[in-house]
């Protein structure tokens, strides 16, 4: 040790005497590592990171822990409304309403977490000269919730529902009005049964499966006991529905009140609706293959196309694409309507009903 010492003494003297020559290295510091790092600034680091995930895994279990005792609080179903009808259509027990007693049949058939209610201020108006037939698709409104929640399945029990109504035979043909994903189903049944269908009206639809819906990923992220919380919670939020509702409807819809508010809002608090959304959602909205639609086309019954000109569910060109592909004549397009033209417009969607059920072959 001493040699070394002795050494360096000599170098650092050289260093002082001789102007050319280069400093000497500091010897390293016990606080910094060999690169120059503190070395009390990874110990630091690691205690931080410590802290950061011991608190996110409390906040985790307190979090999942609020979550499953809000959805225990939470956990009593609605019941249905009194004085509802029902009948067996194929497998399914199935909410219906009917209007009007004289005149040709019309079957109205709703989109996706929609339901009979969704009809009340167009029925009325149709009721005047047909009679008029709506039925909640299974997974919707008060049905029995039995999948798959596909197009087959909804088609299937429509066509029970025709069965159940005597609908279908000469002279009881029905023209069937689709609204938007409800517009799949009545294209379906138009080919399945085609000698059984009168008339089809695809209203703001296209029938297509565009693979719309919620991003696959999202199964992997809303997960239980969180998505029921966040999905009751939402349910309890006047303010959201109203939202969600005057995005989709337009400034020319009714405000909804506390009757309208439990139309949207208590199909899904019964028994089965929370499992059945998420089915659901998982599948995305129903539709059918474009080939299959256009083979629509080739059936000899009058058909047409209606959309709001508003309808931001759509591009611009839908309207107009979806009544070449079926065989349809130019759409008619409802000023300043949106997506649901049936609650916004139902004056103007009547008349094209109208027309459409005088038309002939």
């Known amino acids: 040790m001493a040699v070394v010492m002795a050494g360096r003494d000599r170098q650092e003297a050289d260093v002082r005497t001789d102007p050319q020559a280069k400093p000497l290295d500091p010897a390293p510091s016990e606080s910094d590592d060999a690169d120059g790092t503190p070395s009390r600034r990874r110990p630091r680091m690691r205690r931080w990171l410590r802290r950061l995930a011991l608190g996110g895994a409390v906040l985790l279990v307190v979090v999942t822990s609020a979550s499953y005792v809000y959805n225990a609080f939470t956990a009593r179903r609605a019941t249905p409304p009194e004085g509802l009808g029902y009948v067996q259509a194929a497998d399914i027990r199935t909410r219906y309403q009917t209007w009007g007693e004289t005149g040709s049949p019309v079957v109205l058939i709703h989109g996706a977490f929609e339901s009979v209610d969704t009809w009340s201020r167009l029925a009325p108006l149709l009721a005047r000269d047909h009679r008029v037939f709506a039925l909640d698709l299974t997974g919707n409104g008060y049905s029995a919730r039995r999948g798959p929640y596909t197009v ?210």
């Not at 689709?178 to 517009?183: I, N």
């Not at 337009?250 to 009140?257: I, Q």
């Not at 309208?260 to 499992?275: C, I, K, N, S």
Request: net charge negative; charged share 20%.
């Open 152 to 361: 087959g399945h909804f088609t299937q029990q429509l066509l029970g529902f025709l069965d159940a109504m005597h609908l279908g035979e000469p002279g009881e043909r029905p023209l069937l009005v689709g609204h938007s994903s409800g517009a799949a189903v009545a294209a379906e049944a138009a080919l399945r049964a085609p000698g059984r269908i009168g008339r089809v009206m695809l209203l703001d639809g296209d029938a297509l499966d565009t693979g719309a819906g919620p991003p696959p990923a999202l199964k992997y992220v809303l997960i239980d006991p969180y998505r029921t919380s966040l999905l009751r919670l939402g349910l309890g939020s006047d303010s959201l529905i109203r939202s969600l509702y005057d995005t989709q409807c337009g400034p020319n819809c009714p405000s909804l009140n506390a009757a309208g508010l439990d139309q949207w809002r208590r199909p899904l608090r019964v028994p089965g609706a929370e499992a059945a959304l998420w089915n659901m959602l998982a599948q995305g909205v129903p539709g059918l293959p474009a080939d299959q639609v256009a083979r629509l086309a080739a059936a000899p019954i009058p058909k047409e196309v209606v959309f709001g000109a508003q309808d931001d569910v759509f591009g611009e060109q839908t309207p107009e694409q979806t009544a070449r592909r079926i065989g349809a004549p130019p759409p008619t397009l409802i000023p300043g309507a949106r997506h649901l033209t049936m609650i916004s417009s139902p004056h103007e969607v009547a008349a094209a009903v109208e027309a459409l059920a005088t038309r002939s072959a």
